[in-house]
């Protein structure tokens, strides 16, 4: 599975940001996720979608990011609004299989900063 994420850059506090990541060689994918990775800190998961559209989230994002993914299935979006400087981070996709295989794209750098 090849992951391709989009969409990263810097923005001022409150803006809004929107991260895509697309994958492909699978036809087997199930969840799909964010993490993301601030300097000096552990990884942590911000949002997941799975096969069946249920979705979760990290209480530090609740209300303020969105998951979703594209009719195909294939495609997970994350529409982040309201950022804040703690959410400076480098965001990874991250994808599951119903084989319980896991994937990670590279990852894309968030800054919020003014």
């Known amino acids: 599975v090849q992951l391709q994420a989009f969409g990263g850059g810097l923005v001022q506090p409150g803006g809004s940001l929107r991260l895509s990541c697309a994958a492909s060689g699978s036809s087997s994918i199930n969840t799909m996720g964010w993490h993301r990775q601030a300097p000096g800190k552990q990884r942590e998961l911000v949002a997941t979608?799975?096969?069946?559209?249920?979705?979760s989230y990290a209480d530090s994002v609740k209300g303020r990011f969105t998951i979703s993914r594209g009719n195909a299935k294939s495609t997970v979006y994350l529409q982040m609004n309201s950022l804040k400087p703690e959410d400076t981070a480098v965001y990874y996709c991250?994808?599951?299989?119903?084989?319980?295989?896991?994937?990670w794209g590279k990852g894309t750098q968030v800054t919020v900063s003014s």
């Open positions: 979608v799975t096969g069946g559209g249920s979705r």
């Open positions: 991250k994808v599951g299989t119903y084989y319980g295989n896991y994937y």
